[in-house]
């Protein structure tokens, strides 16, 4: 099982970026999924996260209303769409899936079994 983030980048205050989470040898479409993100210094922290049929999601109070997370199931692919982007966005952003939890409205239920390697993101004048 592989997850491979990708989208990250260097840009400047009030700016957008479009992660993109592509799994393989997993099938995603029965499963939730989520961004956690890592700051340096600081623990890791979960972002969003989506059910399998699209019907939850959740935000973490820090990005709601500027990020939106989504998913293609035939593409196996999740996306998250950050917009109004801070200094305080600067992490590595993480995917992440389960087998058996699931995507409440108070985040990702269950063991995270896989995880994607990571894509930087800064957010810097």
């Known amino acids: 099982v592989q997850l491979q983030a990708s989208g990250g980048g260097l840009v400047k205050p009030g700016s957008s970026l479009r992660l993109s989470c592509s799994v393989s040898g997993f099938n995603l479409e029965y499963h939730a999924i989520g961004w956690f993100r890592q700051a340096p210094g600081k623990e890791r922290e979960e972002v969003s996260c989506?059910?399998?049929?699209?019907?939850?999601?959740y935000y973490a109070d820090f990005v709601k209303g500027r990020f939106s997370i989504s998913r293609r199931s035939a593409q196996n692919t999740v996306y998250l769409e950050m917009n109004s982007l801070e200094p305080e966005d600067t992490a590595v952003y993480y995917c992440t899936t389960t087998r058996n939890g699931y995507c409440s409205g108070a985040g990702l239920v269950g063991e995270r079994n896989y995880w994607g390697q990571g894509t930087q993101v800064t957010v810097s004048s």
């Open positions: 989506i059910s399998s049929d699209r019907s939850t999601t």
